[in-house]
């Protein structure tokens, strides 16, 4: 290590390239799968808010009238 703790770029790459070999990453399925599930909460949960806000204006609405 050089001054202060700081590496060299040539380190650093080294270091980067090390760690990118260890990375385990997602089969093309495991990420359709996971993107897929992402959606679907997306979709459930605007539903959800969706719901949750009508409910909440009515009772506003109720409330002030």
């Known amino acids: 290590m050089s001054v202060k ?3 060299s770029p040539a380190q650093l790459v080294r270091e980067i390239r090390t760690e ?3 990375v ?3 089969t093309r399925r495991e ?7 992402v959606f679907v909460m997306v979709a459930v949960m ?3 808010f969706l719901l949750v806000d009508q409910i909440i204006s ?3 609405q109720a ?3």
Do not use: H, Q
């Not at 990420?31 to 599930?37: D, L, Q």
């Open 5 to 7: 703790g700081r590496k």
């Open 20 to 22: 990118m070999r260890r």
């Open 24 to 26: 385990v990453w997602p």
């Open 31 to 37: 990420t359709g799968v996971a993107t897929f599930m």
């Open 46 to 48: 605007s539903v959800f």
């Open 58 to 60: 009515m009772a506003v």
């Open 63 to 65: 409330i002030l009238s």
